[in-house]
C-alpha cells in the first residue's frame, strides 16, 4: 500500500515539474517575442482570407486542404493574441495602481475569443463534411474585433506605463 503511494506521489511530482517546465520555456519564449514596437506595428487583417475560400461544394481532399489553410491562418492569431495578453499581464503586474478592472476586462476577451475559436474549428470540421459554414464569417469578424481590441488596449496600457516611469525618473 505504501509503494503505490509513493509511486502515485512520485509520477504526480514528475508530471508537474514537467508541466512547470513547459510553461516556464512558454513564458521565456513569449518575453523575447515582444516588444511595444512588435504591438504597435501588428496589423490585424479586416477578415481572414479563409473566410472567403472555403468552399462547400469541392471534393473531400480540397476541403480538407481548405481547412488545415485555414488553421494555419487561426495558428498565427492565436498567437499574436497569446503576446498580447501576456504583454498585458505583465503590465497590469507591474503597474503601480490596483487593476483589478483590466483583470476582468483580459480575462473576458480571452474566454470569448478562445470559445470563438473553438466554435470556428467546430465549423471547419463541419466545412469538411460537406456541412453549411454560414456563420464562419460572423464568428472571424469577433475574433479580430477582440484582438483589435486587446491590442488596443496593450498600446493604452503600454504608453501610460512609461509615462508613470518617465514621471517617476524625472520626481527623484
Do not use: C
Request: hydrophobic share 50%.
Amino acid at each position: 500500500m505504501t509503494t503505490l503511494f509513493y509511486i502515485i506521489i512520485g509520477t504526480m511530482a514528475l508530471f508537474a515539474a514537467v508541466v512547470l517546465s513547459k510553461l516556464a520555456a512558454q513564458t521565456r519564449a513569449l518575453q523575447q517575442d515582444i516588444d511595444f514596437d512588435w504591438v504597435v506595428e501588428l496589423e490585424t487583417p479586416s477578415v481572414l482570407p479563409f473566410a472567403d475560400f472555403l468552399n462547400e461544394d469541392a471534393p473531400l481532399r480540397i476541403r480538407w486542404d481548405q481547412r488545415r489553410q485555414a488553421r494555419r491562418h487561426l495558428a498565427h492569431l492565436r498567437s499574436d493574441f497569446r503576446k498580447i495578453t501576456f504583454l498585458l499581464k505583465r503590465l497590469i503586474v507591474f503597474s503601480e495602481y490596483d487593476r483589478a478592472d483590466l483583470s476582468r476586462l483580459v480575462f473576458r476577451h480571452s474566454a470569448v475569443f478562445y470559445a470563438s475559436l473553438m466554435m470556428i474549428e467546430v465549423t471547419l470540421w463541419l466545412h469538411v463534411l460537406g456541412l453549411r459554414t454560414v456563420r464562419l464569417r460572423n464568428m472571424v469578424s469577433i475574433s479580430l474585433a477582440l484582438l483589435r481590441s486587446v491590442r488596443d488596449l496593450a498600446i493604452a496600457l503600454t504608453s501610460s506605463f512609461f509615462l508613470q516611469r518617465m514621471t517617476a525618473n524625472e520626481e527623484a
